[in-house]
């Protein structure tokens, strides 16, 4: 038999505005087929007709915290239609209650935050849901990032749209202004990895065939090709990879000369960016 699983049933009540419990007898009468319990639903008189599946939720919160000791962090994003409900009060604390909460329980992943019990009998997802007809938009709890290190520093924004946090291989109170810059030239200028050995595969192979062709439409000769693209590929490297990139407040060193000025063995072994 059917059970509806919360993510489900966050999912129908976002379609139809219908309550939580309507949603979830909804989805378990009609075997989870969502198209049956919308009609279901419509039938008892429950739906309203405009449904919300076709509408974006772009606009929202981004929250990066840290534990105490600086070992253990997240971000989270929460979604709704407009500018004018992301800077509400309720709003922006509900998603900072669900970032103390992730970071409280740690869970694996956004459904397994989702289950989390928020109040009572409701589940994060549920709470979350519940707001669909309270604010009468499209509201979903989009980005969950956990991270752990040596020592997580944190940037948000002050519009509240970009979070950032990153990691240091060492925990000391002396590299904690240095942690919040790295932080804050990811939010910037949003690399793609630590390093570019970090690099997936796929992007380096669809660089390489950006540049050949690029120099094949500049009449370059063929035997010439891979040399081009290999040399623009390393550029691509120093700007997209966060070490490699120049440091936003002195365009003299990089990001990695810069940490190695503070200590020789200082570096960022990971990080997490959310943006809207």
């Not at 599946?53 to 606009?59: I, N, S, V």
């Not at 380096?204 to 081009?228: F, Q």
Request: net charge negative; hydrophobic share 40%.
């Amino acid at each position: 038999m059917y059970k509806a699983t919360t993510a489900d049933i966050q999912k129908l009540r976002e379609m139809t505005d219908a309550g939580m419990m309507d949603c979830k007898k909804a989805l378990e009468e009609n075997g989870g087929d969502f198209q049956e319990a919308q009609d279901w639903l419509r039938k008892k008189g429950i739906a309203k007709a405009a449904k919300r599946e076709d509408r974006e939720a772009k606009e929202g919160v981004v929250v990066a915290k840290t534990n105490a000791n600086q070992t253990r962090g997240v971000v989270v994003a929460l979604n709704c239609e407009t500018d004018f409900v992301a800077r509400n009060e309720n709003f922006i604390n509900l998603a900072n209650k669900i970032a103390d909460m992730a970071l409280e329980n740690f869970p694996a992943n956004l459904e397994a935050l989702l289950a989390l019990t928020y109040e009572g009998n409701v589940t994060i997802g549920e709470k979350v849901a519940e707001q669909n007809g309270i604010i009468g938009e499209k509201v979903e709890l989009s980005r969950y990032e956990p991270l752990t290190g040596a020592q997580l520093l944190t940037y948000n924004h002050s519009n509240n749209k970009r979070s950032v946090l990153v990691a240091l291989n060492k925990n000391e109170n002396q590299f904690e202004q240095a942690g919040r810059d790295v932080a804050m030239q990811i939010a910037a200028m949003m690399p793609i990895s630590v390093s570019k050995d970090d690099v997936d595969p796929e992007i380096i192979a669809r660089e390489i065939e950006v540049g050949k062709e690029l120099a094949r439409n500049e009449g370059k000769a063929e035997d010439m090709l891979e040399k081009i693209a290999l040399g623009r590929l390393n550029k691509f490297f120093q700007e997209s990879t966060l070490l490699s990139q120049k440091f936003v407040k002195n365009g003299d060193q990089t990001v990695d000369q810069y940490l190695k000025s503070l200590d020789k063995d200082l570096t960022v072994t990971a990080f997490k960016l959310v943006a809207l």
